[in-house]
Each structure stands twice: as C-alpha cells, then as structure tokens.
C-alpha cells in the first residue's frame, strides 16, 4: 500500500486557503454560496461534490494503521471490535499482541476464554473481548471458518451493530455500505445541519440515509475511512478545525455557524463512586487467592481477589468479615492493611483497599472458579485494572523491603 501523508502536513497545507479569517466568519462567507444553491438541499449534486472532495482528501491525508494495511477480513473484524469506543492510540499495540497470538478465526475459536481476556486486559468493556471469540466460534461452526461479508450477516454476529457490519463490509469485502459511529453521526449531522437529539429515531434514519448518499459506486471502503479520519482528525467534537476541512464549503452548519452547537451537548450523568474491600490471601510460596467474577457484566470473566462493597457506616474491617461470609462462606483473621488504590471504569469509580488475610476453618473454596496465582505471572489470566493495580503496589513494597 502507498504511503499516506501526515495529517499535520495536509493540514497545514491546507488551512493556507483560508488563513486569517475565523472558522464562523470563512464559514459564513464560502459556505454561503453553497448553501443557497438548489442543490444545498441534499441532492445528488450536492452528494457527488461532498465525497469527490472528501476522497480527494482521504487518498493524499488518511491515517495510517496497521490494521489498514491488510485485506483479511478477520483482522478488520478483530480491528473494528477494538475500536468500538476505544481510541486508536490505545488500540494500536493491543491489536499487535491480539493478532500475534490469534492470527486467524481458527485459533481465535480454539482458544480458552481465559487466554483471550488476558490479552485484552486493560482495553477495557471486556464484553467486546467475549463477544469476539463467540463470534469467531459461530463463524467456524456456521460459515466454514470464513467471515460472512453481508451487513445482515455480520449483524447476527455478538457485538456486531449496524455500523460496525457497514464498516466490516465496506472495508474488508468492498461492499457500498454506509457507517454511522460516533465520527460519522457527528460529521453527517453538521454537514447537512441536523439538529436536536442526533439518536432519536426519526433523526437516526435521517442520518442513516445521508450516510448512505455519500458512498459513491465502488467507493464504500475509501468513503467509510473517510468519513472516520474526517471526525477524528478535523470535525471533532470541540473547536472543530474548519478552516482545514476538505468539505467546510458544502457544510451547513459551517455555513450558518452552528458548528459549535451541533451535535448538541448530552449532559453526563454523575460517576458514581464506590469503596471497595478486598481479601488478600497468600500461601507461604507467595501464591494468592483469586476468584473468577461471574461470565457477564462488567468484568464479567476476569479474575479477581475477593471482595465486597463497603456500606454506608461500616468499617473497612467489618465490610472485608461480611463480603467473605457472603461471598465464600468462610471466617477470617485480618493481618494487615496492604494498601489502598483507585481507578476509574467506564461506569463507575472505586477506591480498592487491600488487607492481607487468613481463613478460619474449613479453609477457601477449591473449585472451577478459584485458583492461586503467582504475582508477575498471572498464568495467562486478564485480572481488573483496580486488582492490578493492588498487586503491582504490593510487588513493590515487597521487593523495597527485600521479602
């Protein structure tokens, strides 16, 4: 494949158009035009001027990615899943290690569930992880161990939407499909003006169909990376960079302004906060007690050492007696504080305090879901960032007290 020119370089070449002039006073002045053309209302014409300027565009500055420079449509299948609300910096070295060990469905579908969650450890909505490897199981035993090409198809697969079908067929088959991820749902709404809650219904469908008018006739792969360089690089989400845009001519909400207000701003909900306890055993080899967290749900599979949410009023001390009594139905002597770490989820936040412990009794469960693991080498298991973060921590203290 022929190498792409930075986007900082086409960017600046570029933005030399419309140097001096503020992106609402350029976009006022060229967008007019424009916009008072018949064919401003979306049309045909408007449709064909829009993606002849964005492929222009997209073939001398489009990213470049390690997962672009393959045609398998397994890999842009593994690629797709990653990037599902996940940006591509933090993608690029997961996918690296992901496709080292899985380079096909075949070994993908014949791996253990445990090997495929450690790899995708700190990647994070693990959900992803799961769904991938039932899907690659499904395509082995239903599609011959060959990805299905058809959004249709692609959508009956876990984990699979209707953009991310239209971007797998778009770019791995080089089917005409349209794509409507966050990136295109917000360059597609201010190039046409859309305005009001962009995932509601009615506007959804709405944006669908423009969607769809911007892939020409054998353009689907090159218009659907486009449109995601487009949103990623140019028309992204605050102070967009107009004055750069290959499209900002033909652009609506450009024209009239409104850039900065659509899509409108989604107020976010409060992150809530948790306070975490956790039971620390470890044999006299240094080994520790893990438990699996149940298949689904958040971190649903991951290992984990025992714990409990603490409740309001409760100390650390009683909340860790209580979580171990409902959780594995065993007493235990608290030794020590180990230390106490925080870290944010996608839905949550949560302080994680650590305390080395001993069962009384009849000991810990022994069971499909437990095992001892050794620290630094979790014996290929995806543990939750927050666990390994108490780990690490520990590691460290004892390797500065020499024990």
Request: with cysteine.
């Amino acid at each position: 494949m022929r190498k792409r020119k930075s986007i900082t370089t086409c960017s600046a070449r570029s933005s030399k158009k419309i140097k001096g002039r503020s992106a609402s006073e350029t976009g006022r002045r060229s967008g007019a035009p424009c916009a008072s053309d018949p064919a401003r209302r979306p049309g045909g014409a408007l449709f064909a001027r829009i993606s002849t300027s964005l492929l222009r565009w997209f073939r001398s500055c489009g990213r470049g990615m390690e997962w672009r420079e393959t045609t398998d449509p397994y890999r842009i299948w593994v690629s797709e899943i990653m990037l599902q609300q996940t940006r591509v910096e933090t993608v690029a070295p997961y996918y690296s290690r992901f496709i080292a060990r899985f380079p096909d469905i075949a070994s993908l579908a014949g791996a253990a569930p445990d090997d495929v969650l450690s790899l995708w450890e700190g990647l994070g909505y693990y959900a992803r992880a799961r769904n991938l490897h039932r899907g690659a199981r499904i395509v082995r035993e239903r599609h011959g161990g060959m990805l299905p090409s058809t959004v249709e198809e692609l959508m009956r697969l876990p984990g699979v939407g209707r953009s991310t079908a239209g971007a797998i067929a778009a770019i791995a088959f080089g089917r005409d499909e349209p794509i409507l991820d966050a990136n295109a749902r917000r360059v597609v709404a201010r190039l046409f003006g859309v305005r009001g809650d962009l995932r509601s219904t009615a506007t959804e469908r709405t944006l669908w169909e423009y969607s769809a008018l911007l892939v020409r006739k054998g353009t689907g792969r090159d218009t659907a990376l486009a449109v995601m360089d487009l949103g990623a690089v140019l028309c992204i989400p605050k102070s967009p960079r107009c004055s750069e845009c290959p499209v900002s001519a033909c652009c609506e909400s450009f024209a009239r302004g409104l850039q900065g207000e659509i899509p409108p701003r989604r107020f976010r909900k409060a992150v809530p906060h948790h306070d975490i306890v956790a039971a620390l055993f470890r044999r006299d080899d240094g080994w520790y007690y893990f438990r699996r967290r149940p298949p689904e749900g958040l971190l649903g599979g991951l290992w984990a050492f025992p714990s409990g949410r603490r409740l309001p009023g409760e100390s650390p001390e009683a909340a860790l007696r209580r979580a171990t009594r409902e959780k594995l139905g065993v007493g235990i002597a608290i030794q020590r504080n180990m230390g106490t770490v925080k870290h944010a989820y996608s839905h949550y936040r949560i302080t994680m305090h650590g305390f080395l412990c001993s069962a009384k009794g009849n000991g810990l469960p022994s069971d499909g879901d437990s095992a001892w693991l050794r620290p630094g080498t979790p014996g290929g298991r995806g543990l939750p960032r927050a666990d390994r973060k108490l780990l690490e921590r520990i590691l460290e203290e004892e390797g500065a007290d020499g024990s």
